[in-house]
């Protein structure tokens, strides 16, 4: 979430982050509901003042044997305007908390503008694809076709976007993810977690996950939610604590199982085992200081590279455009 200061000291980078994203600005929005924040605060605060001065006297009529009845009615009727007043000051806490929880982050310089896909800019490329010499099949007719795919009765079992992998294809996924992991701990410098799968609403707005994409998330009815990455859990281990600058980057990497409802996702590449609802991902995150994130991101870009490179497979590095990005990104 934005930093209401810096959005103070710099209204015309705020708006033309969110104008490079789409969107309106936001500026007079925010600053005219912070003036009204802070005014309240500084009515607040004397009020405080005058309380204490107040009971001051309360205090010095009463030790002189004095009448302090007016004073302490005084002290009464500014009590309740306090009351009045804080509720004021957490209501429009609220109100400007409610704002920045939705705006995206600010795109980074550097990437280019545009509001699809189609203004992303390819970085790099390694390798050929394969060129076929027959129309090649998707990837579940394969499955379907080999025996080791089954969608019909994952959907019977569960529902629709689930599916039952079976013999050497299970054993090609935990293989796989056995490779990444081994690659990053042993090649790369990660640290191998196991995390918690469930995690509190706290860990989710934390990073960024809420409010926007609540639709798309699994919510318990004690209030925990399933982990949509395990990014939430890998960035959460960090959360509260003060680190020591020479201990980073701390690089962490994990397995696990990733829930999402894709209730936002209708009609979007359904087919097969894309936008599933439950599916297992190898997650990096890397802790650094703001001044070495951009190196960082190249170093992390890099190492899911060589997780390709390793197989063999050819791919393009693409820069996405300040209207393809994620919501909390400045830079993919």
């Known amino acids: 979430m934005y930093d209401i200061k810096w959005i103070r000291e710099n209204p015309e980078l705020f708006d033309k982050g969110l104008e490079r994203r789409g969107l309106q600005p936001r500026s007079a929005e925010v600053l005219e509901l912070d003036r009204k924040y802070r005014a309240a605060q500084t009515d607040l605060q004397e009020m405080q003042s005058r309380r204490n001065d107040l009971s001051r006297q309360v205090a010095e009529v009463k030790r002189n044997g004095g009448d302090a009845d007016v004073l302490m009615h005084e002290v009464g009727a500014l009590k309740r305007s306090m009351a009045d007043a804080e509720e004021d000051v957490c209501a429009l806490c609220d109100q400007i908390d409610a704002v920045l929880k939705t705006l995206p982050n600010r795109p980074a310089d550097d990437i280019p503008d545009g509001l699809d896909d189609t203004t992303n800019r390819e970085i790099r490329r390694w390798g050929e694809p394969r060129k076929f010499d027959f129309k090649p099949l998707e990837h579940d007719e394969i499955g379907a076709k080999l025996g080791m795919m089954d969608f019909d009765q994952a ?68 209030d925990y939610w399933l982990i949509p990455t395990a990014e939430v859990s890998l960035t959460n281990f960090v959360a509260g604590k003060a680190l020591d600058e020479d201990s980073l980057p701390l690089r962490l990497t994990a397995l696990t199982p990733c829930f999402r409802s894709e209730a936002g996702a209708a009609g979007k590449d359904t087919r097969g085992m894309i936008r599933q609802h439950q599916f297992y991902k190898v997650e990096m995150v890397a802790i650094t200081t703001p001044e070495k994130s951009w190196e960082e991101h190249e170093y992390m870009t890099n190492c899911a590279e060589d997780v390709l490179k390793g197989l063999n497979l050819p791919y393009r590095v693409m820069c996405l455009s300040a209207g393809d990005m994620g919501f909390s990104s400045r830079k993919t």
């Open 155 to 222: 959907a019977k079992v569960s529902g629709a976007r689930f599916v039952y992998l079976l013999g050497d294809l299970a054993r090609l996924e935990r293989a796989l993810a056995q490779y990444m992991l081994d690659l990053h701990r042993e090649k790369h410098g990660y640290t191998e977690m196991e995390v918690p799968l469930m995690v509190n609403s706290s860990a989710m707005y934390g990073t960024a996950q809420l409010p926007k994409f609540a639709e798309d998330l699994y919510h318990t009815t004690d």
